[in-house]
Nanobody, 120 residues
């Protein structure tokens, strides 16, 4: 059974950093495109970042390019999202997800989410 569990969210000041983690079970990380989505209240779901199944290709949304970095540790079945230079507009619930295609906000499975709040 596919399961994704996120952690690492919290409250951070503008300009700060957070690292989100996603522990995957029930499948191998190199089998599906996997990444991060986010959704803020009243806004549409947004594809933030994604790693191809091979790990050789990455996707970043325009709003996070240069600030966020996605990575994975196959041995730990864990995907990470390092978020630097955080802005108030990054505030959202972040979900780890198995994507149909990197860059699309559509997914086949996702975790329960972790809240990220950027505020002074």
């Amino acid at each position: 059974q596919v399961q994704l569990v996120e952690s690492g969210g919290g409250l951070v000041q503008p300009g700060g950093s957070l690292r989100l983690s996603c522990v995957a079970s029930g499948f191998s990380l190199d089998y599906y495109p996997i990444g991060w989505l986010r959704q803020a209240p009243g806004k549409e779901r947004e594809a933030v970042s994604c790693l191809s199944s091979s790990g050789s290709n990455t996707y970043y949304g325009d709003s996070v390019k240069g600030r966020f970095t996605i990575s994975r540790d196959n041995a730990k079945s864990t995907v990470y999202l390092q978020m630097n230079s955080l802005k108030p507009e990054d505030t959202a619930v972040y979900y780890c997800a198995i994507h149909y295609n990197c860059g699309s906000p559509d997914f086949s499975s996702r975790g329960p989410g972790t809240q990220v709040t950027v505020s002074s």
